[in-house]
């Protein structure tokens, strides 16, 4: 990754986590995924700020380049499920059980999802999505 890359990503992440709006944040992550295309984090973060801001067409092939990106990465096949769930593609399972797999073989990662799940329904209340995901991965 290029110094200008780390420095665009967290500036951009640290604002998203002190509670910028995903609609003030999502221009950065364009920037970023444009300037860095193949670092997964960046994709990840734009489906998500994308599945926050309605746009599941969007989300889709974000997560979906993210994952190829970077297939282990949890939060990318979560952000694929839901981004799957709310166009209505089908094999959302195969990723919900491979998130499900890394949660168990990796607690810190599970408290990450945890964390990411609570901040997805505090910023989007009623997320239909989000709350069956949840709901999978506590089965």
Not at 31 to 36: D, K, M
Not at 126 to 131: K, L, P, V, Y
Request: aromatic share 6%; proline share 5%.
């Amino acid at each position: 990754m290029t110094a200008t890359y780390e420095s665009l990503f967290d500036q951009a992440i640290g604002r998203y986590q002190q509670g910028a709006a995903p609609e003030e944040v999502i221009g950065d992550f364009l920037s970023i995924t444009a300037q860095a295309p193949r670092q997964s984090a960046g994709w990840t973060c734009l489906a998500w700020l994308q599945l926050l801001l309605e746009q599941p067409q969007a989300a889709l092939q974000s997560a979906r380049t993210a994952v190829r990106l970077n297939p282990q990465d949890p939060q990318a096949r979560i952000n694929l499920s839901l981004a799957m769930l709310e166009t209505g593609a089908k094999g959302v399972r195969e990723h919900i059980d491979m998130v499900k797999r890394v949660m168990v073989m990796a607690p810190e990662l599970a408290s990450e999802i945890q964390d990411s799940i609570a901040d997805g329904l505090q910023r989007k209340p009623g997320w239909t999505a989000m709350e069956k995901v949840n709901s999978w991965l506590q089965a």
